[in-house]
């Protein structure tokens, strides 16, 4: 039994356990834009790159609409070195940590070209909010049982 660990055992560790027993090493940590730790952003970046180099799979990606409504909305995926850069609160001690040490500026500008390059929205398109994707709408329609 593993318990939850932010570090080696969380969320995004579970997915790239699942995804990797069925497409082995398909899914990876990055050691730098996210400091070694597993995150969301990082499986769909994994996925991706392994996608392009396994063409025969014939992956597809969708996005799938939020629903309207009061409650607020979900914000943008970022990695750990992205959060930091993007968070006012830890700007000047990351800037000023990133112009003392090389190790920290190179990673820093590692982590800011990943993080711009990769969007997950623009993959997926152009997208409908009024009508779900074929693929979800063609599973609903398979799946439905009878109401008695």
């Known amino acids: 039994e593993q318990h939850f660990n932010l570090l080696f055992h969380n969320c995004a560790d579970f997915v790239r356990k699942a995804i990797d027993f069925y497409y082995p090493h398909a899914v990876h940590r990055s050691l730098v834009a996210d400091v070694g730790v597993m995150t969301p952003k990082q499986a769909a970046k994994s996925l991706v790159s ?86 979800i709408a063609s599973e609903l329609e398979h799946n439905q049982t009878p109401l008695d």
């Not at 000023?96 to 969007?119: M, Q, T």
């Not at 997950?120 to 909010?129: E, K, Q």
Request: proline share 10%; net charge positive.
């Open 50 to 135: 392994y996608s392009k180099s396994h063409r025969d799979l014939q992956f597809s990606v969708f996005a799938i609409p939020q629903v309207a409504g009061a409650i607020p909305r979900s914000g943008p995926v970022r990695g750990i070195l992205e959060s930091l850069l993007k968070s006012k609160r830890y700007a000047f001690p990351l800037a000023s940590l990133a112009l003392l040490h090389p190790y920290v500026g190179g990673s820093v500008a590692i982590a800011v070209f990943e993080g711009a390059r990769f969007d997950p929205r623009r993959l997926a398109g152009p997208s409908s909010s009024s009508e779900p994707p074929a693929i």
